[in-house]
């Protein structure tokens, strides 16, 4: 089951958050990511300065939802090197690193179109929700505007 839910108006900063069913991929993606081992790939803005931050990740894991990814991954084939990704701002880069790897994200509510706009420059594809959502309506102001509380979306498997 996958949720989509917009935090309550009285929350101090709304959030859209954006979780995908789990199974044993997740928990396992999860435990990679969270202990920093068998990384291969280190990503970065390229809006950060030079020597910025970077998010130590596996080339496999985000070459499986993102082909542009795949492309940067496999023309930068040493492990040391930094991955720029053109566009995207850091904290949005790591929030769609975190969906990706743990399977949910909290993207605060003035942020939910930058984080939209790099998912989709970036091709990610992850659940057929969260997909619909971005790809389709994910300017869609009466969902945005018009959650009076939470406004959840299910998907049976």
Not at 5 to 16: D, G, Q
Not at 104 to 130: G, K, P, Q
Request: hydrophobic share 40%; aromatic share 8%; charged share 25%.
């Amino acid at each position: 089951m996958l949720t989509l839910s917009m935090a309550s108006s009285s929350s101090p900063s709304s959030l859209v958050s954006y979780k995908r069913s789990g199974g044993w991929s997740s928990a396992a993606f999860k435990g990679f990511y969270d202990s920093g081992i068998f990384t291969d790939a280190k990503l970065a803005s390229s809006m950060s300065s030079m020597g910025g931050p970077f998010i130590n990740c596996h080339r496999i894991v985000l070459s499986a939802v993102s082909a542009p990814l795949k492309r940067k991954f496999l023309a930068q084939p040493d492990p040391e090197a930094v991955v720029y990704v053109d566009g995207v701002r850091h904290n949005v880069l790591l929030s769609i690193v975190d969906l990706v790897y743990r399977g949910s994200v909290n993207v605060r509510r003035e942020e939910n179109e930058d984080f939209c706009a790099a998912m989709r420059s970036l091709a990610v594809r992850l659940d057929d929700e969260i997909d619909r959502r971005v790809y389709e309506d994910s300017a869609d102001e009466d969902f945005m505007a018009g959650s009076q509380g939470r406004k959840v979306y299910q998907r049976q498997r």
